[in-house]
């Protein structure tokens, strides 16, 4: 059974820095591509930065370019989200994806508040 378990968010000022992990299980992590998609309140799913399977490509949503950082590491079995002068704007769930574009898995998600 995929599992992926989301942590780090919590409440932050605007400016401030959160790292995000996901620890997935129940599958062979280093052969998939891994996604992070978040969800504000009230509003839709966005894609928010990708990565593949050996870390050799990247891609980032505009509103987060230059200040997400995405990686992995497939010894650890955990993906990471480094996102820095985040934004009130950036207040939403942050879900780790398996595979997004083809038989995805989501994990539960993990809560990001930015506000004074």
């Known amino acids: 059974e995929v599992q992926l378990v989301e942590s780090g968010g919590g409440l932050v000022q605007p400016g401030g820095s959160l790292r995000l992990s996901c620890a997935a299980s129940?599958?062979?992590?280093?052969?998939?591509?891994m996604s992070w998609v978040r969800q504000a309140p009230g509003k839709g799913l966005e894609w928010v930065s990708g990565?593949?399977?050996?870390?050799?490509?990247?891609d980032y949503a505009d509103p987060v370019k230059g200040r997400f950082t995405i990686s992995r590491d497939n010894a650890k079995n955990t993906l990471v989200l480094q996102m820095n002068s985040l934004k009130p704007e950036d207040t939403a769930v942050y879900y780790c994806?398996?595979?997004?574009?083809?038989?995805?898995?989501w994990g539960k998600g993990t809560l990001v508040t930015v506000s004074s």
């Open positions: 129940g599958y062979t992590f280093s052969s998939y591509g």
């Open positions: 994806v398996k595979s997004l574009s083809g038989d995805p898995e």
């Open positions: 990565i593949n399977s050996g870390s050799t490509s990247t």
